[in-house]
């Protein structure tokens, strides 16, 4: 009796193990998915943000085109847009492009808030759908920034959270940046006069 009872406790002891070891492997190809899940989606929001930073690039040499004929006294602004247009565009990080994106549209407002000096280029057909475009670029990358910063915000929770932290680190996960406004382009710009 002893001998089935000691035979039978081995048996369940090796079945617990078993299952042990299955859930341990279950869990972290589980959480090995979950974690690629989310750094997909990051991507997604990063690149959707990335075409819209192209379209708004794309679009800033018809409006230095259009303006430059207006603002005479205005070349500094026009150059200094045209700099970090060529800037963004070569940058590879998410902070580079960042960086570069807030001086485009701090840029772009100054642009807007001079051309109230000039009255001829404000009633300008082309200056007028410049304008409009630019303004809904820069409100889809305002929207699309909330969900990239989302996407980082879970990825960077659950790589840093525990047991998940140990397979992302083994993985070589690391956290990620957000795509920040800093306080600079939060003010708003006064036209000189």
């Keep these: 009796m002893i001998l089935l009872f000691g035979l039978g406790f081995e048996l369940c002891c090796g079945f617990v193990l078993v299952v042990l070891a299955a859930y341990a492997v279950f869990y972290a190809f589980s959480t ?3 974690l690629v899940s989310l750094k997909n989606n990051m ?3 990063w690149a959707n943000i990335d075409v819209l930073l192209k379209q708004r690039s794309d679009l800033i040499p018809n409006l230095v085109e259009v303006v430059k004929g207006y603002m005479k006294h205005e070349k500094d602004v ?3 847009i045209t700099e970090l ?3 963004m565009l070569s940058a590879t990080s998410v902070k580079e492009k960042a960086k570069e994106s807030e001086g485009i549209s701090a840029s772009l407002k100054t642009i807007f808030a001079v051309a109230e000096n000039y009255p001829n280029l404000k009633a300008s057909a082309n200056f007028i759908e ?4 630019l303004t809904a ?6 929207d699309r920034r909330e969900f990239f910063n989302n ?3 879970l990825y960077n929770t659950r790589i840093q959270m525990i047991p998940d932290a140990i397979i992302a ?3 070589g996960m690391k956290a990620k940046e957000y795509f920040k406004v800093s306080d600079e382009e939060k003010k708003d710009v006064q036209a000189r006069i």
């Design 169 to 171: 680190l083994t993985l």
């Design 85 to 87: 247009r060529t800037a």
């Design 130 to 133: 410049l304008q409009r475009q």
């Design 32 to 34: 090995y998915n979950s």
């Design 43 to 45: 991507d997604n929001a």
């Design 78 to 80: 026009l150059t200094k």
């Design 137 to 142: 670029i820069e409100n889809q990358i305002a």
């Design 151 to 153: 996407a980082v915000l």
